[in-house]
């Protein structure tokens, strides 16, 4: 019983809901060619586009009221539902008289919003014919299973010739990764109420969800220096020991001692030098996505921790290695003129949950980058003896490693007195956090 309470707990129900829904436009557009999506689903389309919100209503009364009068004999209802169904068919049948001619929608939404931000969405109406429109009815799609509108339904009165309107609307969505916003649809209102015009859709628009951001007030690092082979061409330079890179021309800023005289001399053009740096100090950032070893909060809080470390080093000089384990590891170097952070948070935003965690496989994948790096963030969700051995090893080759262990520590003696904790609590409640 205690088993299947725990199984319970990790349940999602609120995606469970949305299992038979497609999530991408992919596999939208493979369900609507199958046998169902062309002959059951296209029709069932077709209608509820065509209705307004108050024929929809009418057109659910009248199913009911003929069911309760199939019995004529004894019930007049079926004389309702006669009604009720005939004035359907005559607005569905005048419907073409008010088709939304040159009209169109234009969307406008960030690229980029957080695991719980209200993302604002402007719809602009843009009229270029001739013709004034009366009552419009704007139909929102339908989002992911994560994602809820948190305004009122979108509202429009008269639309004039040649006029332009913006409507506002805002939704929020509780899962990180690539979402797809479905295309907003808007028609004019017939006479009689019961159905729309044929009217226009605007473009589908995609977004990426990205991980909240922990916030970290101190991080305690060994920070020295380390060679890197073959050098960093493209980073800023702030005083270490640097070698020639090569010539290109000269860009506003550039210092003029690097100008290079006999260059400039033969082409006509100024000309620098552009050096690389060889001395860093590099810092790792390793993500462990064994979700065996945690809930799904716990590796949410994990992902939000990782985004947190790395803001936090990107303030400084540092380069920052962002690591994240999986079926093979994915890499992103930040900082230093090589990489952004809202690089970082794109990247941590697609982060899936690996396979369990294997200590030679994992020390494998991380062995081109130790070599380079000063310091690694080990940022895990359990601290077992396999765990243990990754920072070992890491230290044996040379790098201060940090181990940040999200939740209750599980270990004794030395190893535990090594790692910090944090619980997933004060990252969600995002407190300041020292490490």
């Known amino acids: 019983m205690k088993a299947f309470v725990d199984w319970l707990a ?35 389309s077709w209608l509820y586009r065509s209705l307004s919100q108050l024929g929809r209503v009418a057109l659910v009364l009248a199913v009911f009221v003929a069911m309760g009068g ?30 939304m001619g040159d009209v169109s929608l234009e969307i406008e939404a960030p690229s980029r919003v957080s695991v719980g931000q209200e993302m604002l969405v402007r719809v602009t109406v843009i009229n270029r014919s001739d013709r004034s429109y009366g009552a419009v009815q704007f139909e929102r799609p339908f989002l992911s299973w994560d994602g809820s509108w948190v305004s009122a339904p979108m509202a429009m009165g008269c639309l004039l010739p040649h006029e332009r309107q913006t409507l506002r609307t805002r939704a929020r969505f509780d899962a990180r990764g690539r979402h797809y916003l479905l295309p907003f649809f808007a028609a004019e209102v017939l006479p009689m109420r019961l159905t729309l015009g ?3 859709r605007s473009i589908g628009t995609p977004f990426l969800v990205v991980p909240r951001v922990a916030t970290i007030t101190h991080l305690r ?31 506003r800023g550039d210092r003029l001692r690097d100008l290079h005289a006999r260059s400039w001399a033969r082409t006509g053009k100024p000309v620098v030098r552009e050096y690389q740096q060889e001395y860093f100090t590099r810092v790792g950032v390793f993500l462990d996505t064994d979700l065996a070893a945690t809930t799904e909060r716990g590796f949410e809080a994990a992902i939000s921790l990782a985004a947190g470390v790395v803001l936090h080093l990107s303030r400084g000089e540092a380069l920052i290695d962002l690591l ?16 952004s952070f809202e690089q970082a948070l794109d990247h941590l935003a697609c982060a899936q949950a690996g396979p369990g965690f294997d200590c030679p496989r994992t020390l ?3 062995a081109p980058h130790l070599s380079r ?38 270990g004794a003696g030395r190893d535990l007195r ?9 990252i969600e409640a995002d407190e300041g956090l020292s490490l």
């Open 373 to 410: 790096l000063s310091s690694m963030v080990l940022i895990v969700n359990h601290w077992d003896p396999p765990r243990q051995e990754l920072a070992r090893a890491m230290g044996a080759r040379g790098v201060a490693v940090k181990t940040i262990v999200i939740g209750e520590a599980q």
């Open 364 to 366: 494998e994948l991380l």
């Open 70 to 99: 199939l019995d004529v004999d004894r019930s007049s209802n079926h004389m309702l539902a006669s009604i009720l169904a005939g004035a359907l068919v005559a607005s569905l049948a005048a419907r073409r008289l008010f088709a």
């Open 198 to 200: 044929p009217g226009v």
């Open 10 to 44: 990790t349940v999602n129900f609120a995606r469970l809901n949305y299992i038979l829904i497609p999530d991408t436009p992919e596999e939208l557009d493979t369900l609507r060619e199958t046998w169902a999506g062309r002959y059951i689903g296209g029709p069932v």
């Open 221 to 251: 690092l060994g920070m020295s220096p380390r060679f890197q082979p073959g050098g960093v061409a493209l980073a800023s330079k702030t005083g270490e020991s640097t070698e020639l890179y090569g010539l290109r021309p000269y860009r």
């Open 324 to 339: 994240v384990t999986g079926d093979e590891l994915h890499s992103l170097t930040v900082g230093r003129s090589l990489g």
């Open 418 to 426: 090594q790692v910090s904790r944090v619980s997933i609590a004060q």
